[in-house]
């Protein structure tokens, strides 16, 4: 089992007391890959420990910074009110002409292509003429429609101005009965 990175560190700072750091010695002797790894934790320390920085070079640089907020930030005139500044906005002509392009675009497209049914609609109210009382029924008083209400030809019609191919057979030949009324005038 290969060592961590903590107990690495810890033998290389010299914090291990002596069981484990002879057995920390003999398993960097053997193990390629933990000696590597302790190799690269040296180096990074050595970098650390090169990266710091002495306390007069943290002074000299302490003192630039208060220098520059004092002049930059705490010796500021007073806060002046929003609405007592002067705007002054400074627009570039072909920013103005390529909004008044726009504009006459957009109106453009209005004059020349309308608006289309669906769009009006949505936006205007339909105007309905009043209804009478004489033009209201009641659902009870509607009779329900059948097929029985049509003729041959007109459901034959329906069918073919919906787009059906419809092709009509006869079973059966049978004579049509006689009214009554027409078989007494017959007889006389």
Known sequence: ??????????????????????????????????????????????RLKAAVESDEEIARRSARVMTYFEKNRFNRQPHTNIFKRKVQVKLVPTLIASAAAFVVIFIGSFVLFGTNNRQTSQILPEVMMPISSSQVQQVSEKQKTTLDDFSLEEIVQYLDSKGYAVQLQLKSIAPIPEKKNATADTQK
């Open 1 to 46: 089992m290969c060592l961590d990175d903590a107990l690495l560190n810890s033998y290389l700072d010299g914090e291990l007391q002596e069981p484990w750091k002879t057995q920390v010695e003999e398993h960097i002797a053997y193990c390629k890959g933990c000696r590597q790894r302790l190799e690269e934790l040296q180096a990074l320390d050595k």
